[in-house]
Structures are given as C-alpha cells and as structure tokens.
C-alpha cells in the first residue's frame, strides 16, 4: 500500500510523544518578555518611510513573495468551501481571497510607481498558495472562475500541505475502511515540508524571491507582502519577524509572544493564568 510506504513511522511516534507529553500544560515560571521588539508607536515617521521605501522597492525587484496558508475549510462559519472563498459580510461581497488578491494588486502598482515606472509591473509578485486535499480542487477553481481577481495565473503557485495518519490516545493509527489509513492534514507547521516536496522553494529560486511574508487565509485586515514590515526586517539583517498588535486588555483571548530558555515562542491565552496574563513588562510597563 502506497500510503504506508510514504509514511515516516519515527517522524510520527516523536510527533506523538511530544504531544502527550505536553497534554498537561506548559510550566511558565520562566516566561520573560521579548527584548527584541521595535514598536511603530516609538519610531520617528522618517524611519518607517525607509523601511516602507526599501520595501518597495524589494517588491519592484521581484525579491518580495507571499505565502498564503489556505488549508482550511469554512465548517465553523457554516460553509463547506475553503475560507478563501466565505463572503464575510462586506458591502461589496467580497471573498477573503478577492481581499488579499487586490491587495497585493495594489502593492504591485504602488512598487512599480515608487520605482518609477508606474504602468509597468516588470516583476509581479509571487503568491503562493498552500491549499489541503480538501480544499485544492475549489480553491484553484475560485480563482480560474474569477480570472484570478486581476492577478496573471502564471505569478500564482498553488499546493497542497501534507497530511499524517490518525492516531487514538494509545498512539495506534486508525482504519478509516480494512484497507484505507484514516489521514488528516498536519497543520500549518507542516507548510516546510510542503513548500519543499512541492516545488515552491525551486520557484522561488527560479523567481530570486529572498523575502516571504506568510500569514493565514481567515485574516480579513491583513496586508501581503507590508512594505513597511518587509522593509524593516531587510534593514536589520534578519532571518525571522512577526508582526502583531499589543494586548488590549489582560483578559483578551489571544495568544502573547515571550521568551524561555533564550527561544521565542507564542504562549496560548488558554495557557496562561490571570496573574501572567495580566504581567507587564518591566522596562516598558505593558502587558
């Protein structure tokens, strides 16, 4: 059976311990606040129009890709299409992927005008589109029914993440039929692989994409490919960024960025009891 011979038994049994291991929750007495943070509130306007500049003009160089993880249906928000494609409510009907489409529609045009050929977009940019087994065949449609919401088919690369055997609590693999492994898509960290097995990492070679700004499919306000933000990470030489927006309140159901044992990691608001939820930083008193 094809589906057997494809699976890394090791790969799975380790993934499958380190969940168990952590079912009781994460001790987080050594939590400390990051110390590499650059707040947008704290900058000069003349710093963030280099970043922005330097941004754009990455873009206009075709260096800029954007990395799209779609993998996922709509069934929480009553629909059985892929999220991309869930009108949320807008005045103009809009779907997520209409949304993000223009958008970087637009970062196209204001790259080409900073560089200064305004009607000409000599390097648009590359979008590549993470889809599942579920998901791919609707998604890639969507898009060819909607001629790609302005966008050329050729700067899109589409492909499926990965998928990994169903396992009980006793860590067996279940039979979805005597002949037939029950399989599940293996999450957003399951993108590296995919983006390897797939092609898209020679793409962006072929294409000399250098910077890729990724982010998932149900953020409505999300801006692909942020001049600003790629811009800033270019400036400072460095190899990962994330861009988040400060806790309104203790009790707010999201997740925080901290740092233990000298790595970063996001720490779920689920996590976190009132006292840390509601801990500030020292050197800045904020949450």
Request: a negative charge.
């Amino acid at each position: 059976m094809i589906q057997l011979k494809d699976i890394d038994y090791s790969a799975l049994k380790a993934s499958f311990d380190r969940c168990k291991a952590s079912e009781g929750g994460q001790s987080h007495e050594e939590l400390q606040p990051l110390q590499s943070v650059t707040r947008l509130q704290d900058m000069e306007g003349t710093d963030v129009e280099e970043w922005r500049e330097l941004g754009l003009k990455l873009v206009a160089e075709g260096k800029v890709g954007v990395l799209l993880l779609a993998g996922g249906q709509g069934t929480r928000l009553g629909s059985s299409q892929p999220k991309g494609c869930y009108d949320i409510g807008l005045p103009s009907g809009k779907s997520l992927f209409q949304l993000q489409a223009e958008r970087i529609l637009q970062l196209q045009h204001l790259a080409a005008a900073s560089a200064g050929h305004a009607d000409d977009i000599r390097k648009p940019v590359r979008w590549y589109i993470m889809t599942s087994r579920s998901t791919h065949e609707a998604t890639t449609r969507f898009f060819a029914e909607h001629q790609y919401f302005g966008l050329q088919a050729s700067q899109l690369f589409f492909f499926q993440q990965g998928e990994l055997p169903a396992l009980t609590e006793e860590g067996q693999i279940i039979l979805a039929s005597p002949t037939q492994l029950a399989m599940s898509p293996n999450g957003n960290g399951g993108v590296y692989e995919a983006l390897h097995k797939s092609g898209a990492l020679e793409n962006m070679r072929q294409h000399s994409v250098e910077a890729v700004d990724c982010y998932s499919v149900d953020n409505a306000l999300v801006r692909p490919g942020s001049p600003s933000f790629v811009g800033h990470c270019w400036h400072r030489n460095t190899d990962c960024g994330a861009r988040v927006v400060a806790k309104a309140y203790p009790e707010e159901r999201v997740g925080v960025f901290a740092q233990r044992d000298g790595r970063i990691e996001v720490v779920e608001y689920s996590e976190l009891d009132p006292h840390e939820a509601a801990a500030t930083d020292p050197s800045t008193e904020q949450l």
